[in-house]
């Protein structure tokens, strides 16, 4: 099986995923529907669709996080090269021969994702209340956008958890 999948060129940025990202997008698909039968009680079809649409929103949304990342990147003057898909998350991809950064620098890349997500957060907001109107499965797709975005792709990407762009905040903060 091979270490990655070349997924396409999106933005001058090498679009990539290892094999993990398929078991990631299947386990999350899996659990979501099962939330969705077993707890929202929505009929098994209407569960295995949102499952499916709310696992490709997830992947979306840290796509477009990864996004933010490249256009901070880009206006630095040190661009990303690429995004990688590991498990239900993306890795920014930088040049293997870029110069030593600033702290500075690290910090304005870092940032570029959680701008995104807290504007795609909005957007969800916005899309929830027109979907409270409709309710059933469309409300619950929206409310999953809402809460994934704000709650793992904004909030939790200023944890310091050594993976996060937190853990980039946290490393160069104050530094030269």
């Known amino acids: ?23 990631g997008f299947l386990l999350l698909w899996s659990v979501l529907s099962w939330l969705a039968f077993n707890v929202l009680r929505l009929t098994f079809g209407e569960a295995l669709v949102g499952g499916f649409i709310c696992a490709l929103l997830h992947f979306l949304s840290e796509l477009l996080h990864q996004l933010g990342h490249a256009g901070a990147a880009r206006r630095t003057g040190y661009p990303m090269r690429g995004v990688r898909f590991v498990y239900v998350l993306g890795v920014s991809l930088y040049p293997k021969d870029e110069p030593a950064l600033s702290g500075k620098i690290h910090i304005r890349r870092a940032l570029g994702g959680p701008a995104i997500s807290f504007v795609v957060s909005g957007v969800a907001f916005l899309i929830l209340l027109i979907a409270q109107n409709y309710g059933g499965a469309l409300y619950w797709v929206a409310l999953w956008l809402l809460l994934d975005n704000f709650f793992v792709f904004f909030l939790g990407a200023f944890l310091p958890l050594g993976f996060t762009d937190g853990n980039s905040i946290y490393k160069w903060w104050g530094k030269p």
């Open 1 to 23: 099986m091979p270490n990655k999948i070349v997924l396409g060129n999106l933005y001058h940025l090498e679009i990539s995923a290892k094999p993990s990202a398929l078991f």
